[in-house]
């Protein structure tokens, strides 16, 4: 959980040195971040992950140009650190590629091209839920992936509510508007978040 200074600690890992540098300066103008490593790859990330405190979150790139994925990267990196949460960032609107990413083991999905503000709301949202909401452009996807898998294990399977929310985010309802719409609690809701997002790693 988030506390007043500088406690949430963030790594890069990006390709672009103009973005790398813009977004380590939006992070070290927060009162309550700190980027603590830059990385311009997956495979220079994994050579130094042992030897550097682990961050609360990792913002992720997905396409290294002649290098390893950023999808392969968050395999290997929640390989030596599973509860690592990372936060991709893709210049990419593709279904395909967000789910790839999520099922990957990341917990939270934005685009680039988007206000920046928004990665630094991401970041805390992170912090303070555990994961970003679902995105509604794969939310049906999730739910077709599990109900046409014949190898999810029992404590794997979607819950009445988990399935019921997944419904509605694809339905398009807000997410500050699903506890009312699913007559559960707030912590409900990013429990069973949470829970989807943990189900969908393991599937």
């Given at each position: 959980?988030?506390?007043?200074?500088?406690?949430?600690?963030?790594?890069?890992?990006?390709?672009?040195?103009?973005?790398?540098?813009?977004?380590?300066?939006?992070?070290?103008?927060?009162p309550d971040m700190n980027c603590t490593a830059v990385f311009a790859s997956c495979e220079r990330m994994l050579?130094?992950?042992?030897?550097?405190?682990?961050?609360?979150?990792?913002?992720?790139?997905?396409?290294?140009?002649?290098?390893?994925?950023?999808?392969?990267?968050?395999?290997?990196?929640?390989?030596?650190?599973?509860?690592?949460?990372?936060?991709?960032?893709?210049?990419?609107?593709?279904?395909?590629?967000?789910?790839?990413?999520?099922?990957?083991?990341?917990?939270?999905?934005?685009?680039?091209?988007?206000?920046?503000?928004?990665?630094?709301?991401?970041?805390?949202?992170?912090?303070?839920?555990?994961?970003?909401?679902?995105?509604?452009?794969?939310?049906?996807?999730?739910?077709?992936?599990?109900?046409?898998?014949?190898?999810?294990?029992?404590?794997?399977?979607?819950?009445?509510?988990?399935?019921?929310?997944?419904?509605?985010?694809?339905?398009?309802?807000?997410?500050?508007?699903?506890?009312?719409?699913?007559?559960?609690?707030?912590?409900?809701?990013?429990?069973?978040?949470?829970?989807?997002?943990?189900?969908?790693?393991?599937?």
């Amino acid at each position: 959980m988030a506390g007043t200074t500088k406690d949430i600690s963030v790594w890069v890992v990006d390709d672009h040195h103009d973005f790398r540098e813009t977004v380590q300066e939006l992070l070290s103008s927060q009162p309550d971040m700190n980027c603590t490593a830059v990385f311009a790859s997956c495979e220079r990330m994994l050579d130094q992950i042992d030897s550097l405190p682990k961050a609360d979150v990792v913002i992720m790139d997905i396409n290294f140009k002649g290098r390893m994925s950023g999808i392969e990267g968050i395999l290997q990196m929640r390989a030596r650190i599973p509860d690592i949460r990372v936060l991709v960032l893709s210049m990419y609107a593709d279904e395909d590629l967000i789910f790839d990413s999520l099922r990957s083991g990341a917990i939270g999905y934005l685009f680039k091209m988007g206000n920046p503000e928004r990665i630094i709301e991401g970041i805390r949202e992170i912090s303070r839920m555990g994961a970003l909401p679902l995105p509604v452009i794969v939310s049906g996807k999730i739910l077709a992936a599990f109900q046409s898998s014949k190898d999810v294990k029992p404590e794997d399977r979607l819950t009445q509510h988990e399935t019921s929310l997944l419904e509605a985010i694809k339905n398009g309802s807000p997410f500050n508007q699903l506890a009312d719409l699913l007559k559960l609690d707030q912590s409900e809701i990013e429990s069973c978040m949470n829970a989807i997002y943990h189900k969908l790693h393991h599937l």
